[in-house]
């Protein structure tokens, strides 16, 4: 499948501000004006915007605890996500979710959940809601290895299959779960359920840091689901180059060698893409460039509108609390 260059630009352009994204807030952090968690999704920028290039606005995703790239790259409000993360009232959650609890309806982000493997019912049930209603609508769940240790994935994977849902469920392999490696948690190569695959139809296991490869894959899944063929199961292998929460100097010593680390960061997703895509003409350096001032000049625009943005008040406590 070739992939159009306005598509493999555009993706470029997602990869690039997520990490630029995610850069500014590890620079930031220390600085202690972010008063909510963070988990940084360095080194995993090619899933979301390879996933999240194949869909519509309408179509849903489900993410996790590290979701910045999820909520950039399915078209989120930049200056929001910042003001989240600054427990303001403009953020997207209006301040009472920080980093873990993003949420923008308007662009198909229904929502967060710090609960490991929280989303993937929710976003099964939305799967289920779309059919229900007749929509051509996909449902995507994205979720890391250590909620493949929970057995609400293979409840959700299971009722899935049965009723055919237009559910993509997207694993971010990234081989470990805080500080504990996926080989202390399950037996071989589990984690890609070769069992569900003859049931699932379409499941296959890829590389996760190559961006191309991820969107070629999940285009197959997302056409799949729309035409009601049923759920598809993608792993992506890849890695998180920073710690599990917070910045580069708060992740613990010693439980991860340095090397794999370094051999991973070799395999950086933006560098290879970006590389490939100057290589096939698809953008010069010129438009780099261009990129790299606008992408730096937003980034401080959000900042700043973050910090000039007040904080909820005691007469907000008691709003936002029940849907109407």
């Given at each position: 499948?070739?992939?159009?260059?306005?598509?493999?630009?555009?993706?470029?352009?997602?990869?690039?501000?997520?990490?630029?994204?995610?850069?500014?807030?590890?620079?930031?952090?220390?600085?202690?004006?972010?008063?909510?968690?963070?988990?940084?999704?360095?080194?995993?920028?090619?899933?979301?915007?390879?996933?999240?290039?194949?869909?519509?606005?309408?179509?849903?995703?489900?993410?996790?605890?590290?979701?910045?790239?999820?909520?950039?790259?399915?078209?989120?409000?930049?200056?929001?996500?910042?003001?989240?993360?600054?427990?303001r009232s403009t953020g997207c959650?209006?301040?009472?979710?920080?980093?873990?609890?993003?949420?923008?309806?308007?662009?198909?982000?229904?929502?967060?959940?710090?609960?490991?493997?929280?989303?993937?019912?929710?976003?099964?049930?939305?799967?289920?809601?779309?059919?229900?209603?007749k929509s051509d609508k996909v449902?995507?769940?994205?979720?890391?290895?250590?909620?493949?240790?929970?057995?609400?994935?293979?409840?959700?994977?299971?009722?899935?299959?049965?009723?055919?849902?237009?559910?993509?469920?997207?694993?971010?392999?990234?081989?470990?779960?805080?500080?504990?490696?996926?080989?202390?948690?399950?037996v071989a190569d589990n984690v890609?359920?070769?069992?569900?695959?003859?049931?699932?139809?379409?499941?296959?296991?890829?590389?996760?840091?190559?961006?191309?490869?991820?969107?070629?894959?999940?285009?197959?899944?997302?056409?799949?689901?729309?035409?009601?063929?049923?759920?598809?199961?993608?792993?992506?292998?890849?890695?998180?180059?920073?710690?599990?929460?917070?910045?580069?100097?708060?992740?613990?010593?010693?439980?991860?060698?340095?090397?794999?680390?370094?051999?991973?960061?070799?395999?950086?997703?933006?560098?290879?893409?970006?590389?490939?895509?100057?290589?096939?003409?698809?953008?010069?350096?010129?438009?780099?460039?261009?990129?790299?001032?606008?992408?730096?000049?937003?980034?401080?625009?959000?900042?700043?509108?973050?910090?000039?943005?007040?904080?909820?008040?005691?007469?907000?406590?008691?709003?936002?609390?029940?849907?109407?």
């Amino acid at each position: 499948m070739n992939i159009v260059a306005k598509t493999r630009r555009d993706m470029l352009f997602s990869m690039l501000r997520i990490r630029r994204v995610q850069e500014r807030i590890e620079a930031d952090y220390m600085q202690d004006r972010m008063k909510t968690p963070v988990h940084l999704c360095v080194g995993q920028e090619a899933i979301a915007a390879g996933v999240c290039a194949t869909l519509r606005r309408d179509d849903s995703i489900q993410s996790n605890h590290r979701s910045h790239g999820h909520y950039l790259a399915k078209g989120g409000n930049l200056p929001a996500l910042i003001a989240e993360l600054h427990c303001r009232s403009t953020g997207c959650s209006k301040g009472y979710g920080g980093s873990m609890h993003v949420v923008d309806v308007s662009v198909g982000h229904l929502g967060t959940s710090s609960i490991v493997g929280g989303g993937i019912p929710i976003g099964t049930g939305i799967g289920l809601a779309f059919q229900m209603q007749k929509s051509d609508k996909v449902s995507v769940i994205f979720f890391g290895d250590g909620a493949a240790d929970e057995g609400v994935l293979y409840e959700s994977l299971n009722y899935a299959m049965l009723k055919k849902l237009p559910v993509v469920f997207v694993l971010e392999d990234n081989h470990w779960a805080v500080c504990s490696p996926r080989s202390t948690r399950q037996v071989a190569d589990n984690v890609f359920l070769k069992g569900a695959a003859k049931d699932l139809l379409f499941a296959a296991k890829i590389d996760g840091n190559d961006a191309a490869l991820v969107y070629q894959t999940a285009k197959k899944a997302v056409d799949r689901a729309r035409k009601g063929q049923g759920p598809s199961f993608i792993v992506c292998d890849t890695y998180r180059i920073l710690g599990h929460a917070g910045c580069k100097a708060q992740d613990p010593a010693g439980y991860r060698d340095t090397c794999e680390i370094d051999a991973w960061a070799c395999k950086c997703p933006v560098d290879t893409f970006r590389a490939a895509c100057l290589a096939d003409g698809t953008v010069d350096q010129a438009l780099l460039d261009e990129w790299e001032r606008d992408i730096a000049s937003e980034i401080e625009a959000a900042f700043r509108f973050a910090l000039e943005s007040p904080l909820p008040g005691p007469q907000d406590l008691h709003k936002h609390l029940f849907s109407e």
